[in-house]
């Protein structure tokens, strides 16, 4: 029985050991990405406007009065979501690698959420500006808002490791603050289309629907690691699933950025 034992022991720390090589190569991949765009993009901006009111005397009424804040450089904004994530795969791999196998151990990740409360909120942004959302209100509320939806994904782990049955209160209200952004999104992706002249660039029409099914697809990790299905039983496959989708996402609407508007002419 101890022989036994050891080995199950020896074997999940093979199983750490291998997710910590892997947090480390993911690591990597993102870092290379982030410095790449950072060399080699162009000077391609998009505009960031505030729209207050304003009295006009003519008609007597307040109207709104749009004003340039500021030109986002899109390369070096798509560097940082990708090196935000390099960021957080070497804290694992490393100084916080301890803390992380605690929590695997305990079934929950608060990095990874996080990360992607930055990162992914990030990426909602540029997808947002990329189709004419350009005021910074509506920037501040997507990014708040799908930041909401990743730390919900904490109370979600956090909580359950009290609960004999799974209690998905915590994952419903993720899942409403994250859909609020794709439905502003699809708002002015379609007014865009339908607006003659003024449609967006050919590679846009690629990343909004690739995008929305990469997001959607973290919350099916979710699901299925709380329903235990087939290897998702293992709570680490999850988390390596959560890793290849992270990188996946970021590598996609890095290159599609990239091809459509940021390669040098």
């Known amino acids: 029985m101890k022989k036994t034992n050891s080995s199950l022991a020896s074997a999940t720390e093979n199983k750490f050991s291998r997710l910590r090589r892997f947090n480390l190569i993911m690591g990597f991949l993102h870092l290379i990405q982030g410095i790449f765009m ?6 391609t901006t998009y505009p960031i406007f505030t729209n207050y009111l304003n009295f006009d005397v003519a008609s007597r009424s307040l109207i709104p009065n749009a004003q340039l804040l500021y030109d986002v450089r899109f390369g070096p904004a798509v560097a940082v979501f990708l090196l935000i994530s390099a960021v957080a795969h070497f804290y694992l791999a490393t100084t916080g690698y301890q803390r992380y196998v605690q929590n695997l151990k305990q079934g929950m990740n608060p990095v990874r959420f996080y990360e992607y409360a930055l990162s992914s909120s990030l990426m909602i942004v540029l997808i947002g500006m990329l189709v004419g959302l350009w005021d910074l209100g509506a920037i501040l509320l997507i990014f708040t808002l799908n930041a909401t939806m990743n730390l919900f994904g904490i109370m979600m782990e956090y909580h359950n490791q ?5 209690n998905w209160t915590a994952f419903i209200y993720g899942c409403i603050a994250g859909i609020v952004p794709w439905v502003v999104i699809m708002l002015y992706f379609v007014g865009a289309v339908s607006s003659g002249d003024a ?3 050919a590679f846009v029409y690629a990343i909004v629907p690739t995008l929305f099914v990469f997001f959607n697809i973290f919350a099916i990790n979710m699901v299925l690691q709380y329903k235990k299905v087939g290897p998702w039983q293992d709570y680490l496959f999850g988390e390596r699933v959560y890793i290849v989708l992270s990188l996946s996402a970021k590598t996609v609407l890095a290159w599609l950025i990239f091809a459509g508007t940021l390669a040098p002419v």
Not at 38 to 43: E, R, Y
Not at 162 to 166: E, G
């Open 38 to 43: 950072i060399l080699v993009s162009n000077d």
């Open 162 to 166: 009290y609960t004999k049955k799974t």
């Open 199 to 201: 449609k967006p660039p």
